[in-house]
T-cell receptor
């Protein structure tokens, strides 16, 4: 069955370190998205991609970057981790087109000390 | 611009009684609307979606929602709550580019 996976599932890091969160999907979807989930805010869009070599900033992109070198993967990098980036991170993917369902990964819980 | 307001941060019902989770939206475009459920320490699972077809949408596990354009609402209902329905529920709207804007979530508690 097609799926979307994230790794690691849990990560503890220190302020100032670079961190990369992996997202891999086997749906062969063109669209991929990264969200962060914080209490009282629901999920907020960090970055998204509509295909290989395409990346775009979302609502809360400061301090994050992504790259898309193939269809299956969209890694999220925190260039210099800050305590404000402690959160749960979700990756999602979807077909292209209006109203297509986004399928979510299990999430990565990140703690920045 | 698009936005979603979930009117209740917490809802508590007794098992076997109806569930109503309220969602209002704002969208500059003809919207697609979604309800997702998240069980503790899990990812989000789609319950149902509206994409300009029938205004009453049926989803999984007995949930349904009605799109009311005049009220800009997309409330989620279920006739009879089950203990396994206890979770957090998110309403979301998408427009151009299929990007989702989420509400803050409603935590549903089901009492035995």
């Amino acid at each position: 069955d097609a799926e979307i996976t994230q790794s690691p599932r849990h990560k503890i890091t220190e302020t100032g370190r670079q961190v990369t969160l992996a997202c891999h999907q086997t749906w062969n979807h063109n669209n991929m998205f990264w969200y962060r989930q914080d209490l009282g805010h629901g999920l907020r869009l960090i970055h998204y991609s509509y295909g290989v070599q395409d990346t775009n900033k979302g609502e809360v992109s400061d301090g994050y970057s992504v790259s898309r070198s193939n269809t299956e993967d969209l890694p999220l990098t925190l260039e210099s981790a800050a305590s404000s980036q402690t959160s749960v991170y979700f990756c999602a993917s979807s077909e292209s087109g209006r109203g297509e369902t986004q399928y979510f990964g299990p999430g990565t819980r990140l703690l920045v000390l | 611009a698009q936005s979603v307001t979930q009117l209740d941060s917490h809802v508590s019902v007794s098992e076997g009684t109806p569930v109503l989770l309220r969602c209002n939206y704002s969208s500059s475009y003809s919207p697609s609307l979604f309800w997702y459920v998240q069980h503790p320490n899990k990812g989000l699972q789609l319950l149902l979606k509206y994409t300009s077809a029938a205004t009453l949408v049926k989803g999984i596990n007995g949930f349904e929602a009605e799109f009311k354009k005049s009220e800009t609402s997309f409330h989620l209902t279920k006739p009879s709550a089950h203990m396994s329905d206890a979770a957090e529920y998110f309403c979301a709207v998408s427009g151009r580019g299929n990007k989702l804007v989420f509400g803050a979530g409603t935590i549903l508690r089901v009492k035995s």
